[in-house]
């Protein structure tokens, strides 16, 4: 019993010490312009990053992000636009903000915040 106890306690362990650390990007800015394509990719020209990068399309699912979401993210990126307010964009990748990938090749983000 007390060799059990052990090997359990053991185990926890080395699964709590294997554990990989993972950050998350929250990346905050300005948007100097977005534009939508013909296929519906919503592509925005954010102040952390230094090209265009893809967020969503309005017409069909991408990267698990549904075409319902990604019209209010590009109405709310829209709006930053226009009225000069700030974003956030959350990613759930350990990615720095300036390195996320240009156009599609971005990771879809989690969230679009209008701040």
């Known amino acids: 019993m007390k060799t059990r106890i052990l ?7 080395l ?15 300005t948007v100097a ?6 296929d519906g990719s919503v592509m925005i020209n954010p102040s952390y990053y230094p090209s265009y990068t893809q967020i969503c399309n309005v017409k069909a699912d991408w990267k698990g992000v549904s075409k319902d979401v990604c ?29 996320l990938g240009t156009y599609g090749n971005a990771p ?7 701040n």
């Open 33 to 38: 312009d977005v534009h939508l394509r013909a």
């Open 15 to 29: 699964l709590t010490q294997a554990a990989p650390a993972f950050a998350n990007s929250s990346c905050y800015g």
């Open 108 to 114: 879809a983000p989690y969230y679009v915040m209008l």
């Open 71 to 99: 019209r209010g993210w590009f109405s709310q990126v829209n709006t930053a636009v226009v009225e000069a307010r700030h974003i956030r964009v959350y990613y759930l990748t350990s990615l720095a903000c300036d390195a």
């Open 7 to 13: 090997q359990m306690t053991a185990a926890a362990i």
